[in-house]
């Protein structure tokens, strides 16, 4: 059973950094794309950054320059460097993968970015 972990949310105070990671585990087959979403409260999930298989990156346009998404070398855990945090980056942070056709989810973790 395929499962994604996040962790490493939390409150910061605006242009301070977190460290999200992802951590897989159940994973058989090959991931196409590693995948960070987020969704603030009464808007909808948007996507943050994905890194392919590859390794291409690509951001949003509102993250571009203050996020990096990276993998290690097994695959098994993605991350999420955020600096120069503002208060829109508020909102809960899940982690995606995508393989065999199907879509993976995380529960989700809160980053809280306010002074």
């Known amino acids: 059973q395929v499962q994604l972990v996040e962790s490493g949310g939390g409150l910061v105070q605006p242009g301070g950094s977190l460290r999200l990671s992802c951590a897989a585990s159940?994973?058989?087959?090959?991931?196409?794309?590693r995948r960070w979403y987020r969704q603030a409260p009464g808007k909808q999930r948007e996507l943050v950054a994905t890194?392919?298989?590859?390794?291409?990156?690509t951001y949003a346009d509102s993250v571009k320059g203050r996020f990096t998404i990276s993998r290690d070398n097994a695959g098994n855990t993605v991350y999420l460097q955020m600096n120069s945090l503002k208060p829109e980056d508020t909102a809960v942070y899940y982690c995606?993968?995508?393989?065999?056709?199907?879509?993976?989810w995380g529960q989700g973790t809160q980053v809280t970015v306010s002074s």
């Open positions: 995606n993968h995508n393989g065999a056709g199907t879509d993976y």
């Open positions: 159940g994973i058989s087959f090959s991931i196409y794309a």
């Open positions: 890194i392919l298989n590859g390794g291409r990156t």
